[in-house]
């Protein structure tokens, strides 16, 4: 299965150039494997890049969770990603994938200097003595 780029995923996600966009719909075509590290990154362009309120972030995540074109790495930990990122204010997307990732792979607790990280369940907040 062919895969995709977070470009790819940006222009179609956003339309803001008719040409690429198109190119990307049809590249995907009827499937198109899609990693972590592509959504996460995609998420993190519609926030900084095009200024998407986080409501337009959890919709484009439940959309390549419902979209039988785009698959998936790991739909169950993206899934969990965006449910810690959608009950948890002020936690980044990227930060919710890397919980998510930990847990499944039974690496935790997971250490972080975030504070609001650190309020989630599988997270240690690492202090100075």
């Given at each position: 299965?062919?895969a995709?780029?977070?470009?790819?995923?940006v222009?179609i996600?956003?339309?803001?150039d008719p040409?690429q966009?198109?190119l990307?719909?049809a590249?995907?075509?009827?499937q198109?494997?899609?990693?972590?590290i592509?959504l996460?990154?995609?998420?993190?362009v519609l926030?900084?890049v095009?200024?998407?309120?986080?409501?337009d972030?959890?919709r484009a995540?439940?959309?390549?969770?419902?979209?039988?074109a785009?698959?998936?790495?790991?739909?169950?930990?993206?899934?969990?990603a965006?449910?810690?990122?959608k009950?948890n204010?002020?936690v980044?997307?990227s930060?919710?994938?890397?919980?998510a990732?930990s847990k499944k792979?039974?690496h935790?607790?997971?250490g972080?200097f975030?504070?609001k990280?650190a309020?989630?369940?599988g997270?240690?907040?690492?202090?100075?003595?």
């Amino acid at each position: 299965m062919k895969a995709v780029d977070t470009n790819v995923l940006v222009r179609i996600f956003t339309e803001d150039d008719p040409r690429q966009s198109k190119l990307a719909k049809a590249f995907v075509g009827s499937q198109a494997w899609v990693t972590h590290i592509a959504l996460v990154e995609t998420i993190w362009v519609l926030r900084s890049v095009f200024e998407r309120p986080k409501a337009d972030l959890v919709r484009a995540v439940e959309v390549t969770l419902k979209n039988e074109a785009l698959v998936l790495q790991e739909p169950e930990v993206v899934a969990e990603a965006l449910s810690l990122f959608k009950t948890n204010s002020g936690v980044a997307f990227s930060d919710c994938m890397i919980l998510a990732v930990s847990k499944k792979a039974g690496h935790t607790p997971l250490g972080t200097f975030d504070t609001k990280l650190a309020k989630i369940d599988g997270t240690t907040l690492i202090r100075s003595s």
